[in-house]
Every structure is written in C-alpha cells, then in structure tokens.
T-cell receptor, first 120, second 111 residues
Framework: NAGVTQTPKFRVLKTGQSMTLLCAQD?????MYWYRQDPGMGLRLIHY???????AKGEVPDGYNVSRLKKQNFLLGLESAAPSQTSVYFC???????????????????FGPGTRLTVT | GQSLEQPSEVTAVEGAIVQINCTYQ??????LSWYQQHDGGAPTFLSY????GLEETGRFSSFLSRSDSYGYLLLQELQMKDSASYFC????????????FGTGTQLKVEL
C-alpha cells in the first residue's frame, strides 16, 4: 500500500499562473482533506470531502478550488496563484467515522508527504 | 470556532520525561488528537482521546480533561528521535472528522 501520495513534491509558480495538486489514496477512505502549513501557524484546513462527488469549504478556502471525481483522488486547484499561497500543502484521508468505529485509531487522518509550493 | 494553545518550544534531555500541554476553546468537541511531525516530514498520528483520562501507547501517553478543556501529551524515556514538532488537534462536531490544529510545540531532545 502506498497510503497517501501527492504530486508534485515541489513547484515554483509565478503570480497569476494556475496549477493543480493531485492527491491519491489507496486505503478506500471516504474522507479526504487539503491543508496548508505555514511557519508558526500549524495546519489549516482548506477544503475537504466526505465522499466521491462532494466537497466542502474549510477554514481558509479563498483562492482554491477542489474536485473529487473519483473516491481515491482529491484535486486542489489554484486558478491564479498569489505570493500569499506560498506554503506547504498536505493532503490527508480518513475513514468515515459515521459508520461506527472501533478504537481511537479510527479517527486517524493519514497524511501525504506534502507539496512545497513557492509563488514568486 | 475553535482555538488551541500549546507552548511553542520545549527542551529536555535524553531519558527524561516531558509533558506538552494543550488548552482549547471550542464551540463543539468530540475529542483531542495528537500528531508528530519531523522536520520536512508529514504529520503522523499519535493518539486520540474522546473521554476523560489517560491513554497509554508505549512511551507516549495522552490525557484529556473535558471539564477543563485541557489535555497533554506525555513522552517518557525520551530519545533523540523524539525531537520533532507535536500538534494537538480538536475533532469538532461539524462532521467530516475535521480537525482544528494548534500551532505546534517544537521538542528538542538534548544529550
């Protein structure tokens, strides 16, 4: 099992350019998430999805769009990149906690290795 | 919404015990998680507390007091490899198993 994978690992964009970050998971998880991590600010939720075809806004959604066309993939798009979007982006996935759980590990979010994005 | 507070840095010596505290304010609370992150790495899950009390997993233990909106992570027999950032995170009641993370505590283990 590869777990959660992210593409690309690094990217440099110029202001105004667009790009898509791809997240894939092979654990058959219902829930998926996109976070950004900035120095001294921890992880902040951008968007999330509770199943194929669904998306919802998190804490910091402005400037980003997402799509979940297949259960195993969650895409994060930047339509017009800004320097304020320079950050490390993490994707995560987890079980559907509504269907009953056994043990605290059921609430675990599994993180990908991250994408380091610089916008100049 | 939620807000969490944890110390920014903690230093301890190898073999010692260290406690990282986390206080939270939240409009809806299901439980408190802890994650570890090494420099340049991804966060990895350590523990989850939904009920008051202590949960022990090897050298790591996590405690929760819902009435005090407080929790802590206890690391025993510290090793150099424990040098990392530790995040507490509230699992809220808004659905989706969403987490709100604290700003993290950087633990430095010295010889």
């Amino acid at each position: 099992n590869a777990g959660v994978t992210q593409t690309p690992k690094f990217r440099v964009l110029k202001t105004g350019q667009s790009m898509t970050l791809l997240c894939a998971q092979d654990m058959n998880h219902e829930y998926m998430y996109w976070y950004r991590q900035d120095p001294g600010m921890g992880l902040r939720l951008i968007h999330y999805s509770v199943g194929e075809g669904t998306t919802a806004k998190g804490e910091v959604p402005d400037g980003y769009n997402v799509s979940r066309l297949k259960k195993q993939n969650f895409l994060l798009g930047l339509e017009s990149a800004a320097p304020s979007q320079t950050s490390v982006y993490f994707c995560a996935s987890s079980y559907d906690t509504r269907t009953g759980t056994s043990g605290s590990n059921s609430y675990e979010q599994y993180f990908g290795p991250g994408t380091r994005l610089t916008v100049t | 919404g939620q807000s969490l507070e944890q110390p920014s840095e903690v230093t301890a010596v190898e073999g010692a015990i260290v406690q990282i505290n986390c206080t939270y304010q939240t409009s809806g609370f299901y439980g408190l998680s802890w994650y570890q992150q090494h420099d340049g790495g991804a966060p990895t899950f350590l523990s989850y507390n939904a009920l008051d009390g202590l949960e022990e997993t090897g050298r790591f233990s996590s405690f929760l007091s819902r009435s005090d909106s407080y929790g802590y992570l206890l690391l025993q027999e510290l090793q150099m490899k424990d040098s990392a950032s530790y995040f507490c995170a509230v699992r809220g009641t808004g659905g989706g198993n969403k987490l709100t993370f604290g700003t993290g505590t950087q633990l430095k283990v010295e010889l």
